[in-house]
């Protein structure tokens, strides 16, 4: 069974950082690009970033490029998202998810439970 | 970016009813649709991809239709497990973008 738990989520001050990450079982994690995705109840679903099993790929979306960075260390299931010069508009809930196959062009079927990260002074 | 529109925002519904929700994208994504249903608390879980095709484990009262553009979520006999919120998404380009999503409330 896919497990995805994310952890790292917190309370942090404007322009402070955070280092969210993603542990996967039950499935060959170095053979799946995986993706992060946040949850406003204002702004509802935001894809923020994907990397493919070849962990030089990456993509991002233009309202964290530059302040995050997705990584990951297949040694150890694990994917992380290392989030700095947070914003208020950064509060959310972030879910990581996996690629649904590791061929073809595709989107993301499970997703884990989500951490929920709070900017604020 | 690609602008998904879903149609209604809300939608109120009996158990047994046919339900029907569409998506709009701002350009052509071919069929690179998925529909998502999330519930209060929890993540979002897949229902269809590629327009049309069911996600494993899925029930067949699911289905998706639609390409290009114009895109549909079809629910043959709403169950009681079913109302929910549901959202599309388009994967055709990075970013990938969400619809605003489409709350299946008890009428």
């Known amino acids: 069974e896919v497990q995805l738990l994310e952890s790292g989520g917190g309370l942090v001050q404007p322009g402070g950082s955070l280092r969210l990450s993603c542990a996967a079982s039950?499935?060959?994690?170095?053979?799946?690009?995986m993706s992060w995705v946040r949850q406003t109840p204002g702004k509802g679903l935001e894809w923020i970033s994907t990397?493919?099993?070849?962990?030089?790929?990456?993509s991002y979306a233009d309202s964290v490029r530059g302040r995050f960075t997705v990584s990951r260390d297949n040694s150890k299931n694990t994917l992380f998202l290392q989030m700095n010069s947070l914003r208020a508009e950064d509060t959310a809930i972030y879910f990581c998810?996996?690629?649904?196959?590791?061929?073809?062009?595709?989107?993301?079927?499970?997703w884990g439970q989500g951490t929920l990260v709070t900017v604020s002074s | 970016d690609i602008q998904m529109t879903q149609s209604p925002s809300t939608l109120s519904a009996s158990v047994g009813d046919r339900v029907t929700i569409t998506c709009r994208a701002s350009?052509?994504?071919?069929?690179?649709l998925a529909w998502y249903q999330q519930k209060p608390g929890k993540a979002p879980k897949l229902l269809i991809y590629?327009?049309?095709s069911l996600e494993t484990g899925v029930p067949s009262r699911f289905s998706g239709s639609g390409s290009g553009t114009e895109f549909a979520l079809t629910i043959s006999s709403l169950q009681p497990d079913d109302f929910a919120t549901y959202y599309c998404?388009?994967?055709?380009?990075?970013?990938?973008?969400f619809g605003q999503g489409t709350k299946v409330e008890v009428k």
């Open positions: 998810a996996k690629f649904r196959s590791t061929t073809g062009w595709t989107t993301s079927d499970s």
């Open positions: 039950g499935f060959t994690f170095s053979d799946y690009a």
């Open positions: 990397i493919f099993y070849i962990a030089t790929k990456t």
């Open positions: 350009q052509y994504i071919s069929s690179w």
């Open positions: 590629e327009a049309s």
């Open positions: 998404q388009q994967y055709n380009s990075f970013p990938w973008t």
